[in-house]
């Protein structure tokens, strides 16, 4: 019987000034004082995947999300590619807010590094800091409304071309 590698999520630890540096360099910098990047970079765990990792799978129930800091992930439904998210780009934030199995298949597209926070840091932190809580949420929420805006042009797009 031939063994075959199954690449892994390997966690990196960073300081938690590396993290908040890393939270600071991609978009979440904008809406973030120094100061609440410091705070909510405690929340977040780095990790990295090699090519061809599977971070969440389409179906698995997932209550994280994470923030790409090197590298891309390919999104895929029922096994076909619909996007690659790069750098500063967020993923899987539906989990964080609804814990519902995963809409898609997270896949490393190549050697790529991510930050990520589950539901149960989100509730620490919004107990201990509902205000950062709240921004962080509010992120996620503009997030998930642009992406629901691309979809729904790119739907109406699709059947304008397909009717007659």
């Known amino acids: 019987m031939i063994e075959t590698k199954v690449p ?69 439904k029922s096994n076909r590619k619909i996007s690659t998210l790069r750098v500063g780009r967020t993923f899987g934030e539906m989990s964080v807010i609804d814990a519902q199995p995963r809409s898609a298949t997270a896949r490393a597209e190549g050697e790529t590094v991510f930050l990520s926070m589950d539901k149960a840091s989100m509730l620490i932190l919004a107990d201990k800091q509902p205000a950062l809580a709240f921004k962080i949420i509010w992120n996620i929420s503009r997030a998930l409304s642009q992406r629901l805006r691309l979809t729904s042009s790119q739907l109406s797009e699709f059947l304008e071309s397909n009717t007659i």
């Open 8 to 76: 892994k999520l390997i966690t990196i630890e960073n300081s938690l000034e590396t993290n908040a540096q890393i939270l600071d360099s991609s978009h979440w910098g904008e809406d973030f004082s120094w100061e609440q990047l410091q705070s909510i970079s405690y929340y977040f765990k780095a990790y990295a995947a090699e090519k061809g990792t599977v971070i969440y799978q389409e179906g698995d129930i997932g209550t994280s999300m994470g923030i790409i800091v090197k590298g891309a992930i390919g999104v895929y």
